[in-house]
Structure formats: C-alpha cells, structure tokens
C-alpha cells in the first residue's frame, strides 16, 4: 500500500466560512444550496453537539469529542483518498463511534461500480478487493452501486481500526427535502443485507466483527 500523508495537525474553526478553504474547488461547490455549505451551516449551528437528525441515529446519551471538515482517508490503490465531508468521533453510551459523514442536496452519488471498473487498473481491482473485505461483501458487486458509498463506508471502518473505537458509521446527512438519490443508499443497504428507512439507524455487524451503523438523515431546509 502507498503511504499517503494525512494532517495530523488541526485548528479549531470560527464559523462556517473556515469550512471553505478545505474543498477541492470553493468556487464552485461553496454556495449556499449546495451540501458544503449546508454542511458547514448545519454543524456549526449544533454548537458542540452532533445535528439533530443524526444524533437520533444513536442510542443513548450522545456527545461529540471531535468534528473534522472535508476529513481525507488513505485507501489501499492509489494516492486519490475518501474524502468525507464530515468525520467526526463521537461518544455514545460508553461506546466510541468513528463517524464519516456524506453530506448531500441535489449532487448524486458518483460513478457506479459498473462505471468506475471499467478498464480497471491494478490499483483499482486492489482497492476494490480490500472495500469489499473490509465490508464483507461477496464479488461480484452489483454494477448498479454508488461507489462513492463504498469507499465512504469504508473510511469509516478504516478511522474506527485507526483511533481503536468500538463502533463505526457512515452517514448520508441530505438536506433534499425530495430525497434525491435515496434509492442509490437503498440499494447500497440491500447489498449489506439490510433494508433502510428515512431517519433509522441500519446496523451491521463486519466480518472483523466491528459493529457499523448506517443511516440517511434528513437535515433541515434551514441551511440551505
């Protein structure tokens, strides 16, 4: 695996505007509408605590230790990381949880499976690999699946190994009112052997034997 450097140093924010400088590309995705800056919004608006509607996934008294804007996670295959919009540790009846956060409104999912294989390289059938066994997912995957839940799902799993807490999640925080692309998450829960609903909390046990908590919740149109 290629080591990539990750930061390891990291200053408080002030406000919503300190999110900014953390997108690949402010000028197109910092705008108020868009999942960025909805995100940036709606987290800072919590004041030191998770946002509503993803503290209700949780059971328990819930509190958060710490939150990291546009948080980068090395995956085996190449220098390209899973960037989560929000990775955040979170404490939740005495369990420790390694949160990834997907933040969306109206901007989909990505390429599928089927998409991003095709003419795969060396480095992406490795990375596929190593997703699908840290999921304990079967090959071969639905060609249908997002790739970006994958690779966010996974980062979860791999920060949760990394800073040794007891469970992981990986959330879809939309702001779409309509509920765009629930379907693509959906589907991605079928894949790991659940059925999902809107605001409930999925649970899945790894083959590693790590708990994972799955979710789609729904922000409010506050922020956006």
């Known amino acids: 695996m290629e080591v990539v450097a990750i930061a390891h140093i990291l200053v408080p924010t ?9 997108l690949a590309d402010p000028e197109k995705q910092w705008k108020r509408g ?18 509503t509607e993803i503290a209700t996934l949780f059971a328990g008294d819930i509190e958060l230790l710490l939150a990291i804007p546009e948080h980068k996670v090395p995956l085996p295959g190449g220098r390209r990381e899973s960037q989560c919009d929000v990775f955040a540790l979170v404490s939740a009846s005495n369990n420790t949880i390694s ?9 989909p999912f990505g390429p599928t499976v089927k998409e991003w294989m095709q003419n795969p390289s060396p480095g992406k059938r490795e990375r596929i690999s190593f997703i699908c066994e840290a999921l304990g997912l079967e090959g071969p995957l639905p060609e249908e699946l997002r790739y970006q ?3 966010r799902t996974a980062a979860a799993v791999i920060e949760a190994q990394r800073f040794k807490t007891d469970r992981a999640a990986m959330v879809v925080q ?9 379907e693509d998450f959906a ?7 659940q059925n999902t609903e809107l605001n409930q909390p999925l649970e899945v046990v790894l083959p590693s034997g790590l708990p994972l908590t799955l979710g789609w919740a729904v922000g409010s149109p506050e922020f956006l």
């Open 34 to 51: 868009y999942s960025a800056m909805a995100a940036a919004l709606s987290w800072e608006a919590a004041a030191g605590s998770l946002p």
């Open 174 to 182: 939309s702001f779409s009112q309509q509920h765009r692309w629930f």
């Open 187 to 193: 589907l991605f829960c079928e894949a790991m052997g």
């Open 99 to 107: 949160l990834a956060v997907e933040a969306k409104v109206n901007e």
């Open 14 to 22: 002030d406000g919503p505007n300190d999110w900014r400088q953390f």
């Open 149 to 151: 839940l994958l690779h």
